[in-house]
C-alpha cells in the first residue's frame, strides 16, 4: 500500500552542490509530477510527465532537471542548488492521460530540502 | 490563464462551529476542482472533488459545491473539530494533466 514514494525526507546542502530527489509510484499511474510548496504560495509546478518517455516544464522549471526512468519513476534533479531552492518538494502522480483533468493527484509524504 | 484564489488564514475556531474556505477559480474550458488537506509533516491528501458544474463534493462532514456562475468551489463544514486542524488547499485540473493549486489556508481549531 506504497502509494508515491519519495527519498530522501531530508536533507541539507550546501550551495554549488547537485543532488537528485527519487520518486516512485506503485499505482501504475501515466502521469508523474514534481511540486515545490513554499510558505504562502501554495504549490507551484516544476516538471510534469504525462507518459513514459516525456517531459514538459511546469512553472517554475529553472534549475531543475528531470527524468522519467520508466512508468514508476520521476527523478528531480538540482545541478548547482541555490539558497533560493530551499523549500518542500512533493513529487505526485495521477492516472490522467490527456484530456480533461478529471482525476485526482496523489501526493508523496515530501522531500525539505535546505540550502545553505 | 488558469488559477485558483482562496482565503488568506490562518482561520481560528472553536471546536463545533461552522467552517467555510472561501476558494474562487479562473479558468477557460470545464476544469474539475478539488479541495485538499494537508496535516503537519504529511503530503497532500485529497478531501473531495467535483468534476462538473452543480457537482457536490462530500466527505468526512465537509462540503463543496462547484458553482460555474460564480467560478468558486467554497469548502463548508458544520462542525469543525480539533482533529480537522490542517492546511486547506483548493486547485483545480485542467487540460494536460495539470493541476493548479491556492496558496493554502490553515485552520486552527481550539477545544
Known sequence: NAGVTQTPKFQVLKTGQSMTLQCAQDMNHNSMYWYRQDPGMGLRLIYYSASEGTTDKGEVPNGYNVSRLNKREFSLRLESAAPSQTSVYFCASSPLRGGVGNTEAFFGQGTRLTVV | ?111
Not at chain 2, 472561501?22 to 503537519?40: D, E, M, R
Open chain 2, 1 to 111: 490563464g488558469n488559477s485558483v484564489t482562496q482565503m488568506e488564514g490562518p482561520v481560528t475556531l472553536s471546536e463545533e462551529a461552522f467552517l467555510t474556505i472561501n476558494c474562487t477559480y479562473t479558468a477557460t474550458g470545464y476544469p474539475s476542482l478539488f479541495w485538499y488537506v494537508q496535516y503537519p509533516g504529511e503530503g497532500l491528501q485529497l478531501l473531495l472533488k467535483a468534476t462538473k458544474a452543480d457537482d457536490k463534493g462530500s466527505n468526512k462532514g465537509f462540503e463543496a459545491t462547484y458553482r460555474k456562475e460564480t467560478t468558486s468551489f467554497h469548502l463548508e463544514k458544520g462542525s469543525v473539530q480539533v482533529s480537522d486542524s490542517a492546511v486547506y488547499f483548493c486547485a483545480l485540473g485542467y487540460n494536460f494533466n495539470k493541476f493548479y493549486f491556492g496558496s493554502g489556508t490553515k485552520l486552527n481549531v481550539k477545544p
